[in-house]
């Protein structure tokens, strides 16, 4: 019996020639549209998934999507105070489009939510940021509402971890209708590239508010997308808020410019004279050895201090965790870098916010934290000093927010010392020119006055120049390029931001993740650059599981060092 009828819909027997004939008018038809993209196509994709995750429960789940978040919590009077400059600021201005720059601290985040008017996607470029604008976005709507049925949800590989307790946000959180989702903008690239499923999340983003928080972090490849973004962003009717600590002129005009400029675009920047009340570090520049850093780490130890200790690669980030932690054995010492199984990294992270930065739990009692990049962006921690090695000057000003972050009517006119290192060989993953030109913009002994920040941002940076992608765009000036109903395969977003990935797993996780569900694959997965681990392979065989999950390599390592130090590349007696 045909599905038709089981809906008691009227059938007949058909002839071959008039099957073949329907066959021929569908083809004919999808090579007639025109290049465009299909909200229905996107709608049958997202209600296909919707429908798929929550079967007869559907019905009653859907009505909480497409609700317009309650935002008052941001808007209260009782947000705004001086020490906040932009919370006492009007955000009501009849404009559209936001372009904020303003440093930790100022209200930035509350200035960005009081501008939306609509659902609410609020983006950020690192994992441990958007967990913790999660946490504070959810709460904050609690507070208001009075109840937990709220439809706040993150995006990214771990997402599931934060809301592992409850099933339906489990399962909603890649879904579409979101009052607000918190995510990085490389999982809105789709529309950018026309990948599958970029109707679905057009038609989600499609007249809603987009927050683009620290823009300033996306240079070169991740730049450019950045840019086509907005330009995909406004085609969708979109309202934009881009906020950021840094960004050079050159840039800041550019996206001021491609969003309509001052007739749509409302520009907020703080004035010189509450700029002064943010000189919150004192900056040394220091040779790059290990006898400078250990002179400085004693005398904050003596000192009962915080220390944040901030290595570009996740390798120096090991090895210093392991020279540090023998030197100091009776200093609390934490290691976070991206090399982790996500599992691992998710309580790290909640270690580092809890234990760490809990400065009553911490008082005169000093400590020790270890990391690479991944703490550089809006993650609510404050230490009371930090050394980092050399980056461009718009990252090392984002470290420098880490540090004498809480901003009150005792800490505004003191300062903590920041040390950076002099640039040495190896530079990666940065450019020579550019760690150089940022060091020598480093006063030496003295504070660092935040309104001379953007000229010395300007020049590090006199102009910006994006990467050229427009041959692999969804979307030109001309118009679409590709056919309605078509899209192009996901490998051309790591093609073209030179993303170049790959999966790891520990040898004692490689039964239960032939075993484990799709969620609990990724738990136990570990990502690792591609060019890290080719070099590593060119010596060891790692065993690959080629057609399970993400086809991770099985690396021999002890769990217990790997939750300490995160994935290590050494040979061991034997070998997979």
């Not at 470029?125 to 967990?131: L, V």
């Not at 300033?216 to 086509?228: E, I, K």
């Not at 090695?389 to 505004?412: K, M």
């Not at 120049?465 to 000036?477: D, R, V």
């Amino acid at each position: 019996m045909c599905v038709a009828e089981q809906f008691g819909i009227p059938t007949r027997p058909i002839s071959q020639e008039e099957a073949k004939a329907a066959i021929e008018y569908a083809i004919a038809y999808c090579r007639n549209l025109p290049r465009d993209w299909s909200a229905w196509k996107g709608l049958l994709r997202a209600a296909d998934h919707f429908a798929s995750a929550f079967g007869s429960e559907t019905a009653r789940v859907v009505q909480r999507t497409f609700k317009t978040p309650d935002l008052s919590y941001f808007r209260a009077e009782s947000r705004r105070h001086p020490l906040y400059p932009l919370s006492t600021m009007d955000a009501d201005d009849p404009r559209p489009h936001t372009l904020v720059v303003a440093p930790t601290g100022a209200g930035k985040t509350d200035f960005l939510l009081r501008r939306c008017r609509g659902r609410v996607f609020y983006t950020l470029p690192f994992q441990a940021s958007i967990n913790a604008m999660f946490d504070r976005i959810r709460e904050a709507i609690r507070k208001t509402t009075g109840t937990d049925d709220l439809d706040v949800r993150l995006q990214h590989a771990t997402a599931r971890l934060k809301v592992k307790d409850n099933k339906v946000e489990q399962t909603l959180q890649p879904l579409i209708g979101a009052s607000v989702k918190v995510l990085t903008p490389h999982q809105m690239a789709s529309i950018v590239f026309g990948t599958s499923g970029y109707e679905s999340v057009m038609l989600d983003l499609r007249g809603a508010d987009i927050i683009l928080d620290e823009i300033h972090t996306y240079t070169d490849w991740a730049g450019a997308m950045v840019y086509a973004l907005i330009e995909a962003l406004l085609r969708l009717h979109c309202r934009i808020h881009v906020g950021t600590a840094t960004m050079p002129s050159a840039l800041y005009q550019r996206i001021a410019n491609l969003l309509g400029g001052p007739e749509k675009v409302y520009q907020v920047q703080l004035p010189k004279k509450i700029l002064e009340t943010f000189h919150r570090h004192t900056a040394f520049r220091e040779p790059n050895d290990p006898q400078a850093v250990r002179d400085i780490l004693e005398k904050a130890f003596a000192a009962g201090e915080r220390v944040l200790l901030i290595y570009n690669t996740v390798k120096a980030a090991q090895e210093a965790y392991g020279q540090w932690k023998e030197i100091f054995p009776d200093v609390e010492t934490l290691l976070i870098h991206s090399r982790f199984r996500r599992k691992d990294r998710y309580h790290i992270e909640n270690r580092l916010i809890a234990d760490f930065n809990n400065r009553e739990k911490s008082q005169f009692s000093p400590c020790l934290v270890i990391s690479t990049q991944v703490v550089e962006v809006s993650l609510d921690i404050s230490f009371d000093r930090m050394i980092t090695e050399c980056a461009p000057l718009d990252a090392l000003i984002q470290r420098f927010g880490r540090i004498n972050r809480v901003r009150n009517e005792q800490t505004i006119g003191t300062t903590k010392p920041v040390h950076v290192l002099e640039p040495k060989d190896p530079y990666l993953p940065y450019k020579k020119e550019i760690l150089e030109r940022s060091f020598a913009q480093l006063p030496c002994g003295e504070v660092l006055r935040e309104a001379e920040i953007q000229q010395k941002i300007d020049a590090v940076y006199p102009e910006v120049t994006l990467k050229e992608i427009e041959a692999h765009l969804l979307l030109t000036p001309e118009g679409y390029k590709l056919d309605r109903l078509a899209h192009r395969p996901k490998s051309i977003i790591l093609d073209t931001l030179e993303i170049d990935s790959a999966t790891c797993i520990l040898e004692a996780d490689r039964q239960a993740y032939i075993d484990g569900s799709w969620a609990e694959r990724i738990e136990l997965e570990i990502p690792v650059n591609w060019k890290t681990l080719a070099g590593t392979r060119a010596k060891i065989n790692y065993e690959q599981l080629r057609e399970i999950g993400s086809y991770p390599f099985v690396i021999p390592q002890d769990e217990a060092e790997h939750q300490e130090m995160g994935l290590l590349f050494r040979e061991h007696s034997h070998i997979l």
